[in-house]
């Protein structure tokens, strides 16, 4: 099955211990992005990955990293967690190729709740 | 700062009635829009993609696409129950590569 797994789905945590949430694709897309969703501000960018080895800040990048050393893995890394990055976040991936349905169209994961204590 | 807005919800529609559910983009060079929906608790799922000006009808939805007033809508017809969700307006920049959602539409169905 075609699909966009996030671990851990639920993580509570205290300010300062570093974590990871990982975030795998099985369907060879190239674009993969990270998200947080906000009540009111909707979901916004964090970073995005064009290809392996190939990263970009998105619209929210401060407090966080991302690497992508495989092309179906693109981990989510919070150095030193803060209360301000509770939130909800959401790994997604499409084939990267702008303008068309077939390749533009992103496939999120189920999410994962943060909470920083 | 390119910026997506929505109309603001909640927007309640009778079961049956039409829901219209608008957008507008800051960034003129963007080439790629597209409507998700979200139920609580879940995750975005794709609704409509749409590229060109113009509407384009997919079952009980029609998105509809003006780049020269920057304006996107998305109208269901026959509104179900089931429709109830947040509605999500996002836009792909002219390098396919920077995606920027609109803050959602919370759509209510009243049976």
């Known amino acids: 099955e075609a699909q966009v797994t996030q671990n851990p789905r639920y993580l509570i945590t205290v300010t300062g211990k570093k974590l990871t949430v990982t975030c795998s694709q099985n369907m060879n897309h190239e674009y993969m992005s990270w998200y947080r969703q906000d009540p009111g501000l909707g979901l916004r960018q964090i970073y995005y990955s064009m290809n392996v080895e190939v990263t970009d800040k998105g619209d929210v990048p401060e407090g966080y990293k991302v690497s992508r050393k495989e092309k179906r893995n693109f981990p989510l890394i919070l150095e030193s967690p803060s209360p301000n990055q509770t939130s909800l976040y959401f790994c997604a991936s499409s084939w990267g190729e702008q303008g068309m349905e077939s390749t533009d169209t992103q496939y999120f994961g189920p999410g994962t709740r943060l909470t920083v204590l | 700062q390119k910026e997506v807005e929505q109309n603001s919800g909640p927007l309640s529609v009778p079961e049956g009635a039409i829901a219209s559910l608008n957008c507008t983009y800051s960034d003129r060079g963007s080439q790629s829009f597209f409507w998700y929906r979200q139920y609580s608790g879940k995750s975005p799922e794709l609704i409509m993609s749409?590229?060109?000006?113009g509407d384009k009808e997919d079952g009980r939805f029609t998105a509809q696409l003006n780049k020269a007033s920057q304006y996107v809508s998305l109208l269901i017809r026959d509104s179900q129950p089931s429709d109830s969700a947040t509605y999500l307006c996002?836009?792909?920049?002219?390098?396919?590569?920077?995606?920027?959602f609109g803050p959602g539409t919370r759509l209510s169905v009243l049976p």
């Open positions: 749409i590229y060109s000006n």
């Open positions: 996002a836009v792909l920049d002219n390098y396919g590569q920077n995606f920027v």
